[in-house]
Nanobody, 120 residues
């Protein structure tokens, strides 16, 4: 079955760094666009970063631009989110998302989420 398993979250002080990983299985990873979303309590879920299937193009939310970097390793079926200079406002559950076409129809797969807490 399809699985997206996030790891790397935790508690970090403001200004610190974390790297999130998402290990994918059960679908053709190198044909899928990969995305990181996050949701904080009382906030709407927001798209943080996305990357095309071959890794040739990336996009970021304005709030994280210059601090976060999305990357992927298609040989390892893994997508990463490097988060630097973390702020309290980055505290949220971070979700890995895969978006791909199956039988010509767009499908979305989601991980379980990993908690990132930025606090002193």
């Amino acid at each position: 079955q399809v699985q997206l398993v996030e790891s790397g979250g935790g508690l970090v002080q403001p200004g610190g760094s974390l790297r999130l990983s998402c290990a994918a299985s059960g679908f053709t990873f190198n044909n899928a666009a990969m995305n990181w979303y996050r949701q904080a309590p009382g906030k709407e879920r927001e798209l943080v970063a996305d990357i095309t299937s071959a890794g040739g193009s990336t996009n970021y939310a304005d709030s994280v631009k210059g601090r976060f970097t999305i990357s992927r390793d298609n040989a390892e079926n893994t997508v990463y989110l490097q988060m630097n200079n973390l702020k309290a406002e980055d505290t949220a559950v971070y979700y890995c998302n895969a978006r791909t076409k199956v039988w010509g129809r767009l499908r979305d797969y989601w991980g379980q989420g990993t908690q990132v807490t930025v606090s002193s």
